[in-house]
């Protein structure tokens, strides 16, 4: 496994639509198994494959419940709505107000190319809509609700 290199705003490979994966290779496990590696190295919740410049239809995204690939998704139900601070690997340092729906539920495929129904509430239902969206060649800047901020971080005195 490897840390991929992040691609960031501006990278026309981010507006891209992502390529449906017909089959799963032996190299796109590899990438799957990247990202995951990439997204903890980067202390994100989620990464997508154009994030690593692979357009292909997958995502990664673990909210401390163990990682989840997602091959090929789709969001068929959502309900409720939820307004929170989103950040992006590919917009460092910058956060800003976004309304998602509180629950999402998703069709897959898992990296074996099986299929699988996630549903997911709060941080992971915002993660799946937002790593989601990169594969239709969107950033969550385009959604945000005011102006964007810079991150700021407590100072622990070490």
Known sequence: MAIRNLRYEGDPILGKVCKEVKEMTPRLQELA????????????????????????????IDVGEGPYVFVNPKIVETSGEQVGDEGCLSVPGKNGTVRRPEYVKAVAYDINMQPIEVEGHGLFARAMCHEFDHLDGHLYVEKVEGPLRDNVYEDDGE
Do not use: F, K, S
Request: hydrophobic share 55%.
């Open 33 to 60: 198994q990247d990202m995951i590696e990439t997204m903890y190295a980067a202390e994100g919740v989620g990464l997508a494959a154009p994030q690593v410049g692979i357009l292909r239809r997958i995502a990664v």
